[in-house]
């Protein structure tokens, strides 16, 4: 085994005295570690920490989740978004359960047999859950990297991204691939940041190529940014004798399985209230009338700015089933009851808003 270099002591040598107390942090179980590493792949760490707290005490081991149902599994990750995540964690603890003795792997290899465990993810959890020596790239080391090693690629790159697997199974050091691995991600959140990066206080600062060449603010090179597209949607409350109409998405759809209020996007030519009104049309065979406007929310998603007009409604004939033509499930529920279903986050604010302002739900019951 080589002598650790001085660059590797240094860095090990400051996370040890500067990590973060995490909750994940305090087992290492490869089952935490997991679904840490999922919360975060496009969560902030701060929020993920109380989503991984909550997580836990509804699912607190792999065999729990694997009996849980997919409604409760969504509930839980309420708010966090990217529900295909969610759902892929369902279906891994089931094949866990079914076809490796209720143990996460500890092989990359085998992890990446797994649904939504991609390079990443599977490099982590053999790393930090079982201190396999395996490298890990997230965007903080890719950024560390880019000005460690003057890497000058545009970011998020095939040609950066060889590189940068490359250096990480380099620098790896025998037998402390947990504290490494955390090491360079903690760095690079917390010091070698995207804005206004701590160099002065950096523990491997002597190592920087970027640094000596005085082109911190060069690296790494931004690669282009993607238009945001704005959307215009509107939806609608039905209410009838002090229960809300609600549906549930299908499976495959965006946002599949979830609860929603029925409506769409808003057509050229059209107004959101007219939207509302043919969007239910469309989707229950409920004629409905528009009685107020709620509010509006605003939700970004990937790479779309969603706008999206909250109305109350009655219906202008006698209650009757609907006939679903973009749902697979549908419920009348009381307002509290709405708490138990996990909602798209459009939909979420508009319950937040009508919790937080008291708003008043009452229509004429016809």
């Not at 909750?23 to 919360?39: A, G, K, L, N, V």
């Not at 076809?99 to 930090?128: C, F, M, N, W």
């Not at 082109?215 to 004798?241: C, D, F, H, L, W």
């Not at 065979?285 to 406007?293: A, G, L, N």
Request: hydrophobic letters at 40%; one cysteine or more.
């Amino acid at each position: 085994m080589q002598p650790p270099t001085s660059l590797q002591t240094a860095l090990l040598e400051w996370f040890a005295k500067s990590q973060r107390p995490l909750p994940w942090r305090q087992h290492y179980t490869p089952y935490e570690i997991w679904i840490s590493e999922i919360m975060l792949q496009q969560t902030q760490i701060d929020r993920a920490s109380i989503f991984f707290t909550r997580w836990m005490k509804v699912f607190p081991d792999l065999q729990t989740l694997a009996s849980s149902s997919e409604t409760k599994v969504l509930k839980c990750w309420e708010g966090l978004g990217y529900y295909s995540r969610a759902r892929n964690i369902l279906k891994t603890a089931k094949l866990l359960v079914k076809e490796h003795q209720s143990s996460v792997p500890d092989s990359r290899k085998s992890l990446l047999t797994l649904p939504g465990i991609g390079p990443y993810t599977a490099g982590a959890i053999a790393s930090i859950g079982f201190n396999r020596t395996v490298p890990v790239v997230d965007a903080n080391i890719a950024r560390l990297f880019a000005r460690l090693f003057n890497i000058d690629l545009v970011q998020g790159s095939p040609e950066a991204g060889k590189i940068n697997w490359a250096k990480a199974e380099e620098l790896l050091p025998q037998g402390d691939a947990r504290n490494f691995n955390q090491a360079l991600m903690e760095l690079g959140a917390l010091i070698c940041r995207s804005r206004n990066p701590l160099c002065s206080t950096c523990p491997i600062a002597s190592h920087c190529l970027a640094l000596e060449y005085g082109i911190i603010p060069e690296r790494p090179i931004p690669k282009k940014s993607k238009k945001i597209i704005p959307i215009e949607m509107a939806t609608g409350i039905v209410v009838y004798n002090n229960l809300l109409f609600i549906q549930q998405r299908l499976a495959d759809d965006v946002w599949g399985s979830l609860w929603e209020f029925p409506g769409g996007r808003v057509q050229s030519g059209e107004d959101a209230k007219q939207a509302v009104v043919r969007e239910f049309l469309e989707e229950t065979e409920f004629k409905v009338t528009v009685q107020s406007k709620i509010t509006t929310t605003i939700h970004h998603y990937t790479r779309y700015k969603v706008t999206l007009h909250c109305f109350l409604l009655s219906l202008d004939d006698a209650i009757s089933d609907p006939i679903l033509h973009a749902a697979q499930d549908f419920h009348w529920v009381s307002f509290n009851e709405l708490q138990r279903y996990a909602f798209p986050a459009g939909h979420r604010k508009l319950i937040d808003f009508l919790t937080a302002t008291a708003h008043e739900l009452t229509c004429d019951s016809v």
